[in-house]
């Protein structure tokens, strides 16, 4: 586990599972109908209970960028936050819409006095974005959040070790400024 200290809030990276953390909100890589699938949004869904893919039907859907907002069912977490990444596509706009991924998704959570969430790699499984690249977009936007915004504790659950070693390493080289 590594932990860092941000302006007045803490961000973590944890190897594990997402669906076991005790955060107050945990983040799902969701999909623009926040239907079930695979990957970590079936894992949510299954330990949730279907009583989540009951509530996300009546939300309209998740534009890519955009996060959205339900209770946790069975989780530990008290809500999800579903937001939906890019498909990669090796275009400009990747990036874009990832690091919007992650800054809806604080916004949400501070708006809702969310004080502390776990993310997952958002994009880099079914969606296919390098994960290299995922981890710098995603600790560059987490970190300048956190200089200016109030949530509490960031936790990044990757689920292997590589993923783990890729984001511990681009932390490293982000330091606390927030960019390569
Ligand atoms: N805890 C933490 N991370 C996990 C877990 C878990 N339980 N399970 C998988 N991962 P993906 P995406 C990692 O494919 O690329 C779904 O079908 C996984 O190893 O879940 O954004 C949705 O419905 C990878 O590093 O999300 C969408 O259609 C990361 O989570 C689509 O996939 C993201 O992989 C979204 O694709």
Redesign the pocket.
């Known amino acids: 586990m590594i932990r860092k200290k941000i302006g007045k809030s803490y961000l973590e990276l944890v190897q594990?599972?997402?669906?076991e953390q005790d955060t107050e909100a945990i983040v799902n890589?969701?999909?623009e109908r926040l239907?079930?699938?695979?990957?970590?949004?079936?894992?949510?869904h299954r330990a949730a209970g279907p009583s989540l893919w009951e509530e996300c039907k009546k939300l309209g859907g998740c534009k890519t960028g955009e996060a959205k907002l339900t209770s946790g069912h069975n989780l530990r977490a008290t809500y999800v936050i579903h937001t939906v990444?890019p498909v990669y596509s090796g275009r400009d706009k990747d990036s874009e819409d990832l690091k919007n991924s992650y800054k809806n998704s604080l916004k949400l959570a501070t708006e809702k006095n969310i004080r502390s969430v776990s993310f997952?790699?958002?994009?880099?499984?079914?969606?296919?974005?390098p994960?290299d690249e995922a981890a710098r977009i995603a600790l560059e936007t987490v970190v300048e959040y956190l200089k200016k915004d109030g949530v509490e504790l960031v936790r990044f659950?990757?689920?292997?070790k590589k993923?783990f070693s890729v984001y511990q390493q681009t932390l490293q080289k982000i330091g606390t400024e927030g960019r390569i």
Do not use: K, Q
Not at 120 to 129: E, R
Not at 157 to 160: A, E, M
């Open positions: 594990g599972n997402i669906t890589a969701a999909n239907a079930p699938g695979g990957g970590v949004a079936g894992a949510i990444g997952p790699s958002i994009s880099t499984g079914a969606f296919g974005y994960v659950v990757l689920f292997g993923d």
